[in-house]
């Protein structure tokens, strides 16, 4: 394969473009925006769950000195719902409310002090309705509360449609896989285990919390500037849910955004729009709005709370012969990514083993709490934790090692998939090996003391990255040879701008800092489906690599010209062109612009040297009935993670001993970068979400919306720099470019269940439902002993 | 309104602010020195650390006014010269850099620690950075940084 291949920038540890103006502090973010005449923008939310709006009075607000625009969710202000598959939600709420937070109105002001002050003069009567929080309750055919009555009325998105449930009116998203028939499977098995796992409800905690700036210009044609990973998503939400044709709506996103992870669902963005444009007259004054951070935490998109029921047949071999799950998202009160995180929660188990049997229902619930969504791993992380949890009660039964359990399960190239999709590029096994020789797995070691319990445990994972999907890119050659990419991904700090920068100093031999990346803007950079499923080094990676060879074919067809020879028999390097083995027949870049009177550059024909390309992958949509599909996904990312852990029975802490990661990421475009990703999956969000941390609600109150009782990992909490390991599997993928596939996302969808089975080994009690708490963990030891 | 002198990064400042605002918005929003970020407003995160007269301070936490006469240092002020301080440089080399929102608190931080202990030990470095957050490194590299920092 061509991983094999030498290359002058691919698979080199370039330092981060973007790092020295964030060392140095000069990185604007869009928090950091300030615009001549800024007005700053808060929100009223709903106190209730779920009420009715009976009215709102907003005439005192609107007297307060310095308040620029009231506004409400009426037919002027939110025409139209606009959601990522099912068209759900108002900017602010229209008749009712359906969570703690719902926002009801918003004020435009000098300060945001006085539009504080205005938000609370608002005066809004509410009916309050029955509201309803427990997944398997709102799940019901007469379910206590229903969220949206018109629910089957909505819109939805044709090119993955949500499916609903004709007889539970809070599903708003129900996928199914049948691979020939599990009942049968579990019939014929030795054995048959079944069981639930549960996880909780958790938030992305980005240090920059969400904000948008929006500006309606002499033209009144509407830019909004914001901290969203999809700008072309944001694009259609803004312009959809105000019914703007979509050329009157511009989006740029500021070159650096303060970490992702999922959660960047444009809210701060929408209301900053509907204030920009309800001001009377003009000129409009820009609006920002910037969620404090107990905003940010206690309203803006989670990672849901999941339950999983997993039942699975073995043979006394070890053979799995039939897995059946019930994956249920508790979602919140709009669907959001939520809808397409429901269904694809399923392709992690689909996909980690060969099952000849497989059978599985995921579904999206509604409930009023606020939206549940894309969190890194989509959904993988949590169906993962049920099935990598039930291998390990199965190889204890069996009496098998977990790791060579997992090994003869494993799936491999040319495998089928519950899809039925044959695999390739299968990191799995590999993985597995790596991340158990990491921790020395099969050897025991002591603790200290007598109260501290010592164990190891492993699991296996995948992620696969979205179809259909699609990217363009754009690449200009300047005069003076530097190289210009134009795309809208996002750089939210996992290093995309460094790895395209990479890609084309590759193709066009020069050093990267002779590449630049433009930031996201509408206007400017070319489609993108969004920075997410850990797709742009695949995606993008393959349309800046076709955009190059447009970019260079025209380059060569200029320069044949001066050169006198053959287009195909040219190349270029340090932005000269030359004739393949004779490098003395050679141009520079800038020769072939013209220096003209009174300034600037022409080239003779095509105005610019300016490749373009799109990677449009359709992928085949699985069957509504079975599942079945041919090419569900883009690629499938393999991990292993493995944990050796040290319980404190007299406290209940857990201490991670040593932990290692494997990733299978295709080919690793920067080494450096890739195990930046891996640390900041398992250490910040692996170790978070198992051991610490939990969104905790009340009636919908989040009683934990602040840093300091919404607690992630310190430095305190990560292991030491030696007892962490990394490994890095490169596994190339035949249409990724240079081999690549992704990274992010995999690297946390099974540190859950690799420190749970570490903990089962140390004292013997098996967890089912994270995070595992020390109040948890003393709870359960007294159970055993007792 | 009250006036206030300080000198930041060396240069003698004189304004006239609201007595409420703290430390970071006087920098952030009045200067316009957005290296200062603000993560929680509450002390949390870490993320607004500057140092004054040398030690590490949560601007949040600080009144503009509390630091009348008094000498702050930010990130703006630890490469005036375009000659990076060591201390940043080991944390573009070491990749301890993703979406940059701590960073500036981060170093400001590690900064005032290796003033104080030049050489610590991994342990100390852990201790002297349990009050900065960061959610995409792990902090893996961003205390490999650190030590590497204190190495030379």
């Not at chain 1, 963005?269 to 920002?288: C, D, N, T």
């Not at chain 1, 695999?423 to 790596?434: D, E, P």
């Not at chain 1, 190059?548 to 067809?557: I, P, T, Y």
């Not at chain 1, 190349?571 to 004779?582: D, L, R």
Request: with cysteine.
């Amino acid at each position: 394969m061509n991983s094999k291949r030498e290359y002058q920038y691919i698979g080199k540890s370039e330092y981060n473009v973007n790092a020295t103006a964030k060392a140095t502090g000069r990185a604007k973010y869009c928090s950091d925006m300030q615009l001549p005449g800024m007005l700053y923008a808060k929100v009223k939310r709903s106190p209730y769950p779920h009420a009715r709006i009976v009215s709102i009075d907003t005439s005192q607000a609107e007297q307060l000195p310095g308040v620029k625009a009231v506004i409400v969710g009426d037919e002027k202000t939110c025409p139209a719902r606009f959601g990522a598959g099912v068209a759900d939600e108002y900017v602010l709420a229209r008749n009712k409310v359906r969570y703690v937070g719902d926002p009801v109105a918003a004020v435009a002001a000098e300060s945001e002090q006085i539009a504080q002050e205005a938000v609370d003069l608002i005066e809004v009567e509410y009916e309050e309705l029955p509201a309803v929080f427990d997944g398997e309750a709102a799940f019901k055919r007469n379910p206590p509360a229903v969220l949206h009555e018109d629910l089957k009325r909505y819109q939805t998105l044709r090119s993955v449609p949500p499916q609903f449930d004709e007889n539970r009116p809070n599903v708003f998203n129900y996928f199914r896989i049948r691979r020939n028939n599990a009942e049968d499977g579990f019939k014929a098995a030795d054995y048959v285990f079944e069981n639930r796992f549960e996880t909780a409800m958790i938030h992305h905690v980005q240090m920059e919390s969400h904000c948008g700036v929006a500006m309606v210009d002499d033209s009144g044609r509407l830019t909004v500037w914001g901290t969203s990973s999809k700008p072309y998503g944001m694009h259609r939400d803004i312009s959809e849910s105000r019914g703007l044709p979509s050329s009157a709506v511009r989006i740029i996103i500021p070159a650096h955004v303060g970490g992702g992870f999922g959660g960047r669902e444009p809210k701060a963005e929408q209301i900053a729009a509907s204030l920009a444009l309800a001001q009377k007259g003009y000129p409009k004054r820009p609006v920002k709005m910037k969620f404090t951070r107990e905003e940010h935490l206690s309203t803006t998109t989670t990672r849901a709370h999941y339950i999983v029921d997993i039942k699975t047949g073995v043979n006394k071999d070890g053979t799995i012969v039939a897995n059946q799950m019930r994956l249920m998202l508790v979602g919140g009160a709009y669907a959001g990514t939520g809808y397409l995180t429901a269904r694809n929660a399923a392709f992690g188990p689909a996909a980690n083993y060969r099952i000849e049997n497989f059978s599985l229902d995921a579904y999206g619930v509604y409930t009023n709490q606020r939206m549940a969504g894309a969190y890194r791993g989509f959904g993988n992380a949590e169906s993962l934790w049920g099935m990598e949890s039930q291998m390990d009660i199965i190889a204890e039964t069996l009496n098998m090692d977990p790791l060579e359990f997992r090994l003869k399960n494993c799936i491999d190239e040319g495998d089928l998939n519950a899809f039925e999709e044959v695999m390739h590029s299968v990191g799995g096994k590999a993985c597995l090996r790596a991340a158990a020789e990491a921790i020395e797995w099969g050897k025991e070691t002591k603790a200290a003391e007598p109260h501290l319990k010592r164990g190891k445990g492993i699991a296996l994972g995948n992620k696969y990255s979205i179809a259909p999907t699609a990217s363009a890119a754009i690449v200009k050659v300047h005069p003076d040879g530097l190289v210009e990419l134009r795309t809208s991904t996002v750089d939210l700090g996992q290093g995309s701008s460094t790895i395209f920068c990479q890609m084309i100093a590759e193709e066009f031999k020069i050093p990267v800092s002779r590449v630049r990346v433009l930031n996201p803007d509408t206007d400017i950079t070319p489609f993108d489906l969004g920075t997410a499923s850990s797709r742009s080094t695949f995606n993008m990676g393959n349309a800046i690599r076709k955009a190059c060879l447009d970019a260079k074919r025209q380059l060569f067809e200029l320069a044949a010209k001066e050169l006198e020879a053959n287009k195909d028999d040219l190349e270029t390097a340090n932005s000269k062109v030359f004739v393949k083995g004779s490098p003395d027949r050679s141009l520079e870049i800038k020769d072939l612009f013209i220096p003209m009177v009174i300034g600037g550059y022409t080239l003779k024909e095509g105005a610019e040297i300016i490749g373009k390309a799109t990677y449009y992958l359709p992928g085949v949509i699985p069957d509504p009935e079975t599942g079945a599909s041919e090419k569900p996904a883009s690629f499938y990312m393999f991990v292993a993670q493995a944990a050796e852990v040290e319980v404190d029975t007299q406290t209940g802490k857990i201490r991670i001993v040593k932990i290692a990661t494997a990733n299978d990421c295709g080919k690793a475009i920067n080494p450096m970068q890739v195990e930046g990703q891996q640390e900041g999956g398992v250490l910040s969000m692996g170790i978070g979400s198992t051991l610490m941390e939990e969104v905790i609600t009340d009636n919908g109150v989040m009683l934990n919306p602040q840093l300091a009782d919404y607690k992630i990992p310190t430095t305190l909490d990560c292991p030491d720099l030696a007892n962490y390991k990394s490994a890095i599997i490169e596994t190339a993928h035949r249409d990724g470019p240079w081999g690549a596939k992704g990274i992010g996302e995999g690297t946390m969808v099974c540190s859950a269940p690799a420190i749970a089975n570490a903990i089962y080994d140390a004292i013997g009690i098996r967890f089912h439902d994270i995070p595992i708490t020390p109040e948890k963990v003393l709870k359960a030891l007294k159970e055993k002993n007792s | 309104m009250e006036t206030l002198d300080l000198t930041i990064n060396g240069e003698a400042v004189e304004a006239l602010i609201d007595p409420a605002t703290t430390l970071q918005q006087f920098l952030h929003d009045d200067l316009g020195m957005t290296g200062t970020k603000e993560g929680c407003g509450a002390g949390l995160c870490g993320c607004c650390t500057v140092m004054v007269d040398g030690m590490a301070v949560k601007s949040c936490l600080v009144l503009a006014l509390q630091v009348r006469g008094k000498t702050v240092q930010t990130i703006e002020g630890l490469a005036p010269e375009e000659i990076l301080d060591p201390v940043q440089q080991a944390f573009i080399e070491n990749g301890a850099i993703q979406c940059g929102y701590c960073s500036a608190g981060m170093i400001m931080s590690s900064k005032a620690y290796l003033q104080e202990n030049p050489h610590p030990s991994e342990s100390q470095v852990r201790h002297a950075l349990s009050g900065n957050l960061c959610r995409c490194t792990g902090y893996h590299k961003i205390v490999k940084a650190v030590l590497s920092a204190g190495e030379k």
